[in-house]
């Protein structure tokens, strides 16, 4: 098969596909939200957002401070990115609260 053929075959399935979607549209399957996976996620969201959320990843930030700066020197590159890499997890789930203690209004704001 020709490259121009291969292409006139791609486009006239794209060009099919596409008359498909407009012309049956139930058929795509689209139910417009992600509404049977809200409430998991929301369960984790709560879950590394609450108070033990917190509670952990700051001890979890203090411990990964600790362990670096008294083994500086002694621990391989491997160790001292497993640090960097849970400490950064620990930061990225302590940082909603860092953002809504800083930048929580109440009232109208212009």
Do not use: Y
Request: charged share 10%.
């Amino acid at each position: 098969m020709k490259k121009t053929e291969q292409h006139f075959v791609w486009l006239s399935l794209a060009i099919v596909m596409l008359a498909a979607a407009v012309l049956v549209p139930e058929q795509a399957l689209a139910s417009g939200g992600l509404d049977e996976f809200a409430g998991p996620f929301e369960k984790v969201v709560n879950t590394i957002t609450g108070k033990w959320g917190q509670l952990i990843s700051v001890a979890g930030m203090a411990v990964c401070g600790v362990v670096f700066i008294f083994n500086r020197q002694d621990m391989g590159e491997g160790f001292k990115m497993l640090l960097q890499v849970v400490f950064g997890i620990c930061f990225i789930a302590f940082a909603s609260t860092i953002v809504t203690a800083m930048f929580s209004f109440s009232g109208a704001v212009i």
